[in-house]
């Protein structure tokens, strides 16, 4: 079992950066994929990216790709998720999720959540 609390959300300028962490606590977090989601007003939770336990093998949404980055610490715990050159459809809640199986795309795969951190991108 792992709890999960996200941080680092905020109001920033299109083409500005953030860093999302999630804080990790219970047992395990070293063995646990790591995913970040984002769900806009009126859309469904949608895919950003994921990372295997050991933060080796990492996967991205494509409306993401070479702007984001999944990094993974166990040492610490915490899951990150660097931003940059944001836009103003990047808006959304968001959400990191621990996978305990050997797959970590889809919602689904993710069995425990945070409850989320608001992203505001301005134009």
């Known amino acids: 079992q792992v709890q999960l609390v996200e941080s680092g959300g905020g109001l920033v300028q299109a083409g500005g950066s953030l860093r999302l962490s999630c804080a990790a606590s219970?047992?395990?977090?070293?063995?646990?994929?790591m995913g970040w989601f984002r769900q806009a007003p009126g859309k469904e939770r949608e895919f950003v990216a994921s990372?295997?336990?050991?933060?080796?093998?990492?996967y991205y949404a494509d409306a993401v790709k070479g702007r984001f980055t999944i990094s993974k610490d166990n040492a610490k715990n915490t899951v990150y998720l660097q931003m940059s050159s944001l836009k103003p459809e990047d808006t959304a809640v968001y959400y990191c999720?621990?996978?305990?199986?050997?797959?970590?795309?889809?919602?689904?795969?993710?069995?425990?959540w945070g409850q989320g951190t608001q992203v505001t991108v301005s134009s």
């Open positions: 990372c295997n336990y050991r933060a080796d093998t990492t």
């Open positions: 219970g047992r395990g977090f070293s063995y646990y994929a």
């Open positions: 999720a621990a996978a305990g199986g050997s797959n970590y795309f889809r919602a689904d795969d993710f069995g425990f």
